[in-house]
């Protein structure tokens, strides 16, 4: 019983999946809560248009003199309310997730500042915008919505109540067609098996007519109350910023707890065995000749974690040779054989070139520990304006870029460039990571 019910629906979900989806719209929820969003659009269609037309035209007409101003940033700022309440109507009822607009940015403090900040927003005037074109659109759509509706239910239940007709109207049925001479009326069961049939017609219909008047509704609310494409990209990049920033915080502590756990820690003990060696040298120099040679050895010890620390900043090599040379010299340090390809026209710029060793660099690193594979392939080249980095292991697959990964926070430095990362790694694998960079030739 239990794995009957486990998707939320049971058996009876199953049952409905079944039905045609022209059949079973009428009667979803998703069909109602669109017949809902269109039928509260023409009260607060009115309301909005009524507030917006007032404000601006008080406002307008007051700018020969220094209240206009006010006025005129009060109703835009009134209108980014009503936004705001347009969006979680679309939300709630539509499943539409638009984000906020940018936010005002005042240049100073103050209430002269505020409304420059409001007058300046683009923000404001689109959603201006939309409470003046949403009012004839939504007065539209009600009449559509509702005419079809009321005609289609009302014509297949026909058959449930045209004896309301002869009974108290005084007439044989529901009138057709009528004039001083002659009169149409639907009161035999041919007439009313076919007006029941136009009413099924009308009703399943409806739902994708009123699902149609809905999807200029969607456009609206993105396009006019969402934020603007270049206010979401100065969002995108100050977020990418952060990515950065954060980025290169970490990779600094990270150099110093090398440095201090490691490099640092080892040249300290390296100065001490010295210090004894150097006392030891004339009481003892056979024991002195000892500590120096264990000395020796931290130092060779020392020099290879400073060259491994290196090799973790920017590799001497990517910088000589390119990619092509890096990746195999990583390749050679992984568990599994790895067979590397770099086919690029060009070297790309620096930054990029880094990213792009890094990204292969750690996705390797994940091979070795976590894939269980016997081998593995790199793949790098150039589509356009992007490169291509693909790594592709025949391990036990899982990996997942969620979850606060390793691969969750490549995803974020990939990202940081406008690059993106795609994981396909189904259980039992293969395991495929796809990463894409802007191309920049050096």
């Not at 109540?161 to 067609?177: A, I, S």
């Not at 490099?263 to 030891?280: P, S, Y």
Request: charged letters at 20%; glycine letters at 10%.
């Amino acid at each position: 019983m239990a794995t009957e019910y486990q998707d939320g629906y049971g058996s009876w979900g199953e049952e409905r999946r079944r039905v045609p989806a022209g059949l079973r719209a009428p009667f979803e929820a998703r069909s109602w809560r669109e017949l809902g969003y269109v039928l509260l659009g023409l009260p607060i269609g009115i309301l909005l248009f009524t507030y917006a037309i007032t404000m601006v035209s008080v406002g307008a007409g007051l700018l020969i003199t220094f209240l206009g101003v006010p006025v005129l940033a009060a109703g835009l700022a009134g209108c980014r309310a009503f936004g705001a309440l347009e969006r979680a109507r679309a939300r709630a009822l539509l499943g539409v997730e638009v984000a906020a607009p940018e936010p005002l940015r005042p240049r100073g403090r103050g209430a002269m500042a505020w409304m420059g900040a409001v007058l300046r927003s683009g923000a404001s005037w689109r959603q201006l915008l939309y409470a003046v074109a949403q009012f004839p659109w939504s007065v539209f759509s009600f009449v559509v919505a509702v005419t079809f509706w009321t005609y289609g239910w009302a014509a297949l239940t026909y058959p449930l109540w045209f004896w309301v007709f002869p009974v108290w109207v005084g007439q044989d049925g529901l009138q057709l067609y009528g004039d001083e001479t002659h009169s149409v009326y639907l009161d035999n069961p041919f007439e009313v098996t076919v007006t029941a049939l136009v009413g099924l017609l009308f009703t399943m219909a409806t739902p994708w007519i009123v699902r149609g008047l809905t999807m200029v509704d969607r456009g609206m609310v993105i396009t006019l109350l969402g934020p603007s494409r270049l206010g979401a990209r100065v969002v995108e990049l100050e977020s990418d910023r952060g990515v950065v920033v954060d980025t290169a915080a970490a990779d600094l502590r990270r150099i110093e707890r090398d440095l201090h756990d490691g490099a640092q820690a080892r040249l300290v003990a390296l100065a001490m065995d010295l210090g004894l060696a150097k006392e030891k040298l004339a009481e003892d120099p056979r024991a002195a000749a000892v500590m120096v040679d264990s000395a020796h050895g931290e130092v060779k010890t020392a020099l290879q974690e400073l060259r491994d620390l290196a090799r973790g900043i920017h590799p001497a090599v990517l910088t000589d040779r390119g990619l092509d040379a890096a990746l195999s010299a990583v390749a050679s340090r992984c568990a599994v054989p790895v067979v590397v390809e770099v086919d690029l026209p060009a070297r790309p710029v620096p930054a990029i070139e880094g990213i792009a060793y890094f990204t292969v660099s750690e996705l390797l690193q994940n091979v070795s520990k976590h894939a269980g594979a016997s081998r593995a392939t790199v793949d790098v080249w150039k589509v356009e304006d992007r490169l291509m980095l693909q790594v592709i292991d025949d391990g036990v697959g899982g990996a997942d870029a969620g979850a606060g990964s390793g691969l969750a926070g490549l995803a974020e430095r990939i990202g940081a460039v406008d690059g993106i990362l795609v994981v396909d790694s189904p259980g039992g694998g293969p395991t495929r990571v796809t990463a894409e960079l802007p191309w920049r030739a050096a």
